[in-house]
């Protein structure tokens, strides 16, 4: 049994990985704001079954709040810190870019300076693949310049990777980052494609399509996630002990007991057909509202898996098919709407869109 604090707990990331930790036997102390970037309800509904487990502790705080985290630590000492709290999304930086800068780097640097006062046997922090920003070179490496990003939100996590190293490195905190690549499956956020597109096939609202279709994303399930993560736990990096394998380049520090990991399937699907697949799953025709990119986009995102591969011996492998059918399922029954018709919908659910 191990002790875990997971930072971000009643997320979308966090929930699936916790009920998984907890469900293997781990305690686990979960620290989350559950703030209203999207429908507290939704966060709450799985913090609840979080909590119905005895194992999970939970306290609402802010992460930026540095006593209370580090009342929380002091109380439940942590093997490993996963840190998964964070401002997500692309376009709402561009609005609300203070909050950013708040949480993804003042926040950061608050599990950082626990990290230093605790000493885990691993911490793990959640970046993106939006750090590759304007990078031509695919599939994307850990080792690839990342040095051009195309958002604020890229930016603060780029920065969060940076101040990390820079704690490894003084004060020789074993730390992986993980590189997430559009992740999706039941219990996801509002904000993103596929919940706003199902909502809006299932109500007969047009759908905005960006780009003009001719985007390709490398999708990654959430269970595939939580499974790659949970492998990694055990993965520590170790300073002058890279993976020393034919095709695989590590990006283990030169300097720090310090590593970054993509975690996808190297699988990109065209976004036409990621809304093909939800109109199967859904049984009804999209509306389409085709626009231009957005700010801060990307044309395409893909993966090289090759080191997550070394680590772990697993890569994401569930086909969008059988995800998107997943998430359909869990968002029908959610709402307590039919494929039929989407008037029945929770109004908060759809307010939060």
């Known amino acids: 049994m191990t002790q875990f604090l997971i930072t971000g707990s009643a997320g979308f990331i966090g929930f699936h990985l916790t009920r998984r930790l ?7 102390a979960g620290y989350d704001a559950l703030t209203s970037y999207y429908d507290p309800a939704l966060k709450r509904g799985r913090n609840a079954i979080l909590q119905a487990h005895p194992g999970y502790h939970f306290v609402e705080a802010q992460l930026e709040d540095r006593d209370e985290l580090m ?68 599939p994307f490496e850990e080792t690839d310049r990342a040095d051009f990003p195309m958002s604020l939100y890229a930016a603060t996590k780029k920065g969060m990777e940076a101040m990390a190293h820079s704690y490894a490195h003084l004060f020789a905190i074993p730390s992986t980052m993980f590189r997430f690549f559009t992740v999706y499956g039941p219990w996801g956020r509002p904000d993103m494609a596929l919940f706003k597109f199902t909502s809006a096939i299932l109500a007969g609202r047009p759908i905005e399509v960006y780009g003009n279709g001719r985007m390709a994303r490398d999708f990654t399930y959430v269970e595939d996630l939580v499974e790659a993560i949970v492998r990694l736990i055990d993965a520590v990096p170790a300073q002058g002990m890279p993976i020393v394998e034919k095709g695989v380049v590590d990006s283990l520090s030169a300097i720090a007991p310090y590593r970054t990991v993509n975690i996808a399937g190297g699988r990109p699907i065209e976004l036409m057909d990621f809304i093909r697949t939800i109109e199967t799953c859904v049984g009804k025709r999209a509306r389409l509202n085709m626009l231009p990119m957005q700010p801060g986009d990307v044309p395409l995102t893909r993966a090289d898996p090759s080191l997550l591969r070394a ?18 399922d869990w968002y029908c029954d959610y709402n307590d709407v039919s494929r039929a018709g989407a008037e029945r919908m929770i109004a908060p659910i759809a307010a939060a869109i």
């Open 22 to 28: 907890l469900a293997e036997g781990h305690q686990v």
């Open 311 to 328: 680590l772990t011996d697993y890569v994401p492998n569930t086909g969008v098919a059988e995800g998107v059918a997943a998430f359909v």
């Open 71 to 138: 009342r929380v630590a002091e109380k439940r000492p942590p093997e490993v810190i996963v840190h998964l709290a964070a401002q997500a999304g692309v376009r709402y930086s561009i609005e609300e870019p203070e909050t950013y800068v708040s949480s993804n780097l003042i926040g950061s640097w608050a599990v950082l300076e626990l990290a230093r006062a605790v000493r885990p046997k691993h911490l793990l922090m959640a970046s993106t693949s939006s750090v590759y920003g304007a990078n031509e070179k695919i």
